[in-house]
């Protein structure tokens, strides 16, 4: 017999023996393979169960409350949009009920914003920070208020170091803001050159921006 033959006969060997072994594995451990697959299935429909029969009527009735609660954001009465009344839930309370909902976490938010509107920092520090969301604009903005709330509570450092987050996102809109913010807020610390280095970021990379129309005043107040 041939080297190749052989070779292809010790394959063929081989291929039979992991089947074997294969098979007497499965013939041993029969019980528990099918408790394993069993155990995955109900997992899985349980799942399903969940997301359907309880997550969707919640994220409904989550909508129809944060619906309620942002009319009066919107018509600035923060205290009753955090807290609610006799006809509404606030955003805390739907916070807290719906927190597995999508509306339930976008109500920790509005709630954050609300504290900080009611001039409560602290709390709206806790409440912003327990967003999650991965809308960049939205959830840019919300690490630039919290620096926001850092800085009113005299942790102006602190506060810079979530400005500067926020401008590192390179959004034409945003960024120039916290720029700016971090920029003022060095001043008040008595660190000019680090001002003057936001500035001309701002004047250089985002020439069309708000900030930029009258970014001179602030640099020449630095130079001084």
Do not use: W
Not at 103 to 116: D, E, P, V
Not at 163 to 178: E, G, L
């Amino acid at each position: 017999m041939s080297k190749k033959a052989d070779n292809k006969h010790d394959e063929l060997e081989n291929v039979q023996h992991a089947l074997t072994t294969s098979e007497a594995f499965i013939e041993k451990y029969q019980k528990q393979i099918l408790t394993a697959i069993g155990i995955i299935v109900l997992v899985v429909l349980a799942i399903l169960a969940f997301r359907s029969y309880y997550l969707k009527p919640r994220e409904v009735a989550a909508e129809n409350e944060m619906s309620k609660a942002q009319a009066f954001f919107a018509a600035d009465s923060f205290k009753v949009a955090l807290e609610g009344n006799k006809d509404i839930l606030g955003f805390k309370e739907i916070a807290s009920d719906y927190s597995l909902t999508a509306s339930g976490n976008l109500a920790t938010a509005y709630a954050g914003i609300c504290y900080y509107k009611l001039g409560q920092y602290e709390n709206a520090i806790k409440y912003l920070s327990q967003y999650d969301g991965d809308d960049a604009y939205f959830s840019i903005s919300l690490i630039g208020l919290t620096g926001d709330a850092y800085v009113e509570l005299g942790q102006v450092e602190k506060g810079i170091s979530y400005f500067d987050k926020a401008a590192n996102s390179k959004n034409d809109v945003i960024s120039p803001i916290f720029l700016k913010k971090a920029g003022v807020a060095y001043e008040s610390l008595n660190k000019p050159e680090k001002a003057l280095e936001l500035y001309n970021k701002i004047k250089d990379n985002y020439p069309k921006s708000n900030e930029a129309s009258d970014i001179d005043k602030y640099i020449a107040r630095v130079q001084k």
